[in-house]
């Protein structure tokens, strides 16, 4: 069973930097695609990007840039780097592994989200 928890959430002031870490236990990373999601009250769900086999991501154009997925084998771990934060980065935000891609609905099992809010 794949199970994803998640750390690293807080608050900042717009302009800093977070890095939220995935802990993933159940499957090797590789093996599988992980995500990061993000929910903003009253919006849906969105793809934030992603990582797969031999560490290849993928970015929602308006965070390519600013944030940066990596993995570490021996932990088990991805990690999301989060920097210039902006006010409308504020979201709960989750990790996700699953076949890939960007929708929701790909991915079968999720962390439990960690609040990120951003100050102006």
């Known amino acids: 069973q794949v199970q994803l928890v998640e750390s690293g959430g807080g608050l900042v002031q717009a302009g800093g930097s977070l890095r939220l870490s995935c802990a993933v236990s159940?499957?090797?990373?590789?093996?599988?695609?992980v995500g990061w999601f993000r929910q903003a009250p009253g919006k849906d769900r969105e793809f934030v990007g992603s990582i797969w086999s031999g560490w290849r991501t993928n970015y929602k154009a308006s965070v390519k840039g600013r944030f940066a997925i990596s993995g570490d084998n021996a932990k088990n771990t991805v990690y999301l780097q989060m920097n210039s934060l902006k006010p409308e980065d504020t979201a709960v935000y989750y990790c996700?592994?699953?076949?890939?891609?960007?929708?929701?609905?790909?991915?079968?099992?999720w962390g439990q989200g960690t609040q990120v809010t951003v100050s102006s």
């Open positions: 996700a592994a699953g076949s890939g891609g960007t929708g929701p609905t790909l991915y079968d099992a």
């Open positions: 159940g499957v090797t990373l590789g093996s599988l695609t």
